[in-house]
């Protein structure tokens, strides 16, 4: 039974070590080369990687779809720096079945990068280049590759001669390069499983719109080897539909980025249009479908969906804490006056129209002005998400018996069969709309795609349909008095019950964490929680000595220092989206430390870890330093960490090398240093500051 893929599998063996055995050269033959046969002194030199391809063979472009890109690992001489690659449009690799299974390169191509020689370069002593290429090369078999690389070179004082032999070829390949045409607009959409990509002006004498153009992904949004179809439309412009890769998902800010190309299957060196390759970099946007305010039938089919999805919204998760609330509510209120309870329930159906009739004036004015929005846009907002998770965690902890604040407040218990209760069952209301937005419950996501392009007057209609579907268990319970005389009579269960639904609101506060998490720094997160910390200290000591038997002076205690909590608790947790200034940390690796020592670049290390206080108050005192940042942009200074949270060798090799065996440890890379300097633990932004001053 499994003699199959056995044989498959050794047999595939076989191939790699045959053609693993072959000599490097057989399948792609590496040169280093120049568009030029000297260096003219002050002028940055056009150099190049030649790889010549076997025939059937062939390497990969920057995003490869399978595989990996070549890559230069370079020994410089002194003062010179280096460029990264410029990748020329790469073509499509096909399996014998026509199915596309990369993007890359075959035959001969240049990949050209541009050296730069220091200010004063002597005339009188040639210039060696060397470096390491390395390339993944593949036919039926794929086969890591790798040679060393040199050029030398002399110094011309004068314009030096074109090189005969690689100086044309470069030339033709920088000029083929992708890039962006003025004449050519491009803009990106999204539905459903696939993205279209819109060109207008082609038909201008740029290229040719009946070629057959082929999108190179740059990034993963676009699932690489699905086929890509082409259409022209009424206006002369042309449209390439494209599949989205599995499991993506495009949020507000993601871009479509690659290279379209006119001949997606032929040499680089091809005659193509004038227009060879253009660069895309457009943002995608959500497809708006157009809604006639004279078709009365859709809005007829969506009011059915809008109410059923706002029934379906008190079974999500998200509704299900607030829930929970009603309940206790309807227990209380079991044998009140008909009259009462019918209140409370209409006064919970004003709340939860209210609220959903100030999004929709919120989304039509956003919309008016150009924004882009969805559903549960308010969760956008870090503020807005942390401001929440404070109100959830401090209901969560007056449910579990903290505190007690009254039934105005949580509008849930005894105080709803009080005057005030009717405060408390709009607060409800308006509560359940809040945590219900984010929710698209089944039903509910048509409806509301369609009131967010509908005119003005349907659109309210929608989103007043939505609320009554809400509402509708609550309100018929309070108009049918007898469904509620089947609830449980009020006992002593219901503080047990009260306290069990404390943890889906406990939940609910960490669940909107979570989300804040993904919307500010990793310090700034840490900070919020601290600062829910002081807001449930708060909570606590306003229940432990402001309760109604308290004395006087307890209770000015409770209130007095509740307060000054809760304010401290805000502002330590109040979060700040990072700045575009502000230091971005790459990972580290000793590979990265060389590539970057290569580069000419300063390096700032640091091996920190989630569960080292020292660590994040390090951070937290020398990159909240204004004057830090400002030098590290000056000198370009390149940030690294290396993260020990979870245990990872490499970084507690390169710790036992400095005989180190704890965090925080952090390293400086000057120029023309092999070595770095090791940092005390506890840091300044002087000590930090000073490292980059010494000489």
């Known amino acids: 039974m499994n003699l199959p893929w056995r044989f498959n599998f050794l047999f595939g063996l076989c191939g790699f070590f045959l053609a693993s055995a072959l000599p490097g050269h057989a399948q792609v033959t590496a040169s280093l080369v120049a568009d030029t046969q000297a260096i003219q002194a002050g002028h940055p030199l056009q150099a190049a990687l030649r790889l010549e391809h076997k025939d059937g063979w062939h390497t990969y472009w920057i995003n490869p779809g399978t595989g990996y890109p070549t890559s230069l690992k370079w020994e410089l001489p002194s003062g010179w720096t280096v460029g990264d690659i410029v990748w020329p449009a790469p073509k499509t690799i096909t399996d014998d079945a026509g199915h596309v299974i990369g993007q890359g390169y075959d035959g001969v191509i240049y990949l050209p990068v541009t050296l730069t020689p220091p200010a004063s370069l002597a005339t009188d002593v040639p210039v060696t280049f060397k470096a390491r290429a390395a390339w993944l090369m593949c036919h039926d078999t794929c086969v890591p590759g790798e040679a060393p690389v040199s050029l030398t070179l002399p110094v011309s004082a004068t314009q030096p001669s074109p090189d005969p032999v690689n100086g044309p070829a470069i030339t033709q390949t920088l000029a083929a390069l992708p890039r962006q045409d003025a004449s050519v607009s491009a803009s990106a959409t999204v539905s459903g499983t696939t993205i279209t990509l819109h060109l207008g002006g082609l038909t201008h004498g740029s290229a040719d719109i009946s070629a057959p153009w082929w999108f190179f992904t740059r990034n993963d949004v676009v699932a690489y080897d699905q086929p890509q179809t082409r259409r022209v439309d009424a206006d002369g412009s042309l449209s390439v539909i494209l599949a989205l890769a599995q499991g993506q998902i495009v949020a507000a800010d993601t871009r479509l980025q690659g290279v379209l190309r006119a001949s997606p299957s032929a040499s680089v060196d091809t005659d193509a249009p004038a227009v060879a390759a253009l660069l895309i970099d457009v943002q995608i946007q959500p497809v708006v479908t157009a809604h006639k305010a004279s078709a009365p039938a859709g809005l007829l089919a969506t009011l059915p969906l809008a109410f059923i999805g706002g029934l379906i919204l008190n079974l999500m998760p998200c509704v299900f804490p607030v829930l929970g609330l009603k309940i206790m509510g309807f227990v209380n209120q079991a044998g009140a006056d008909r009259k009462k309870i019918t209140l409370h329930g209409l006064t919970f159906t004003a709340g939860v129209l209210v609220s959903f009739w100030t999004l929709a004036t919120a989304l039509a004015v956003l919309r008016a002005g150009g924004g882009e929005l969805g559903w549960g846009f308010q969760l956008q907002s870090p503020l807005f998400v942390f401001g929440l998770a404070s109100v959830m965690l401090v209901f969560a902890l007056s449910m579990s018996g903290v505190c007690e604040f009254g ?146 002076a307890s209770r000015r205690v409770g209130i007095i220092g509740g307060l000054v909590l809760l304010g401290a608790g805000v502002f330590l947790g109040w979060p700040h989206a990072a700045k575009p200034t502000d230091i971005t940390w790459e990972p580290w690796s000793p590979a990265r430390v060389a590539a970057l020592q290569a580069e000419g670049k300063p390096i700032y290390v640091d091996f920190t870890a989630r569960w080292c206080a020292t660590c994040q108050a390090n951070k937290k005192i020398v990159f909240s330093s204004e004057e830090v940042r400002r030098r590290f942009r000056e000198l370009g200074v390149v940030t690294l960490r290396g993260d020990w949270t979870s245990r990872d060798a490499a970084i507690t090799a390169e710790l036992a090398r400095w005989n180190r065996s704890a965090v925080p440890f952090n390293l400086v890379y000057l120029l023309g240093r092999a070595e770095p300097t090791p940092l005390p633990e506890l840091l300044t932004p002087g000590i930090v500051l000073k490292a980059f001053e010494t000489k």
């Not at 007057?457 to 929608?462: E, I, P, T």
């Not at 998490?517 to 600062?531: K, P």
């Open 407 to 552: 039934g105005s407040v949580m509008g849930a218990g005894s105080g709803l069969q009080m005057q005030s209760g009717y405060r408390g069952s709009f607060f409800t209301g308006v509560l359940a709309t809040v945590v219900a937005t984010p929710c698209s419950a089944p039903f509910l996501a048509p409806a509301l795609g369609a009131a967010l392009v509908l005119p003005m007057a349907q659109a309210y209609l929608v989103f007043t349909t939505i609320a009554i579907g809400l509402s509708t268990p609550y309100l018929l319970l309070s108009i049918f008095p007898q469904a509620v005389r089947l609830l449980p009579r009020p006992g002593a269960w219901m503080e047990t019950f009260k306290q069990a639904m404390s943890f889906p609101l406990y939940a609910t506060a960490g669940y909107l964490v979570w989300v804040l998490s993904a919307q500010t720094t990793e310090t700034g997160s840490l900070m919020a929680i601290f600062g829910l910390t002081l807001i449930a200290m708060a909570t606590w000591l306003y229940g432990r000595y402001a309760h109604l038997s308290a004395s006087a």
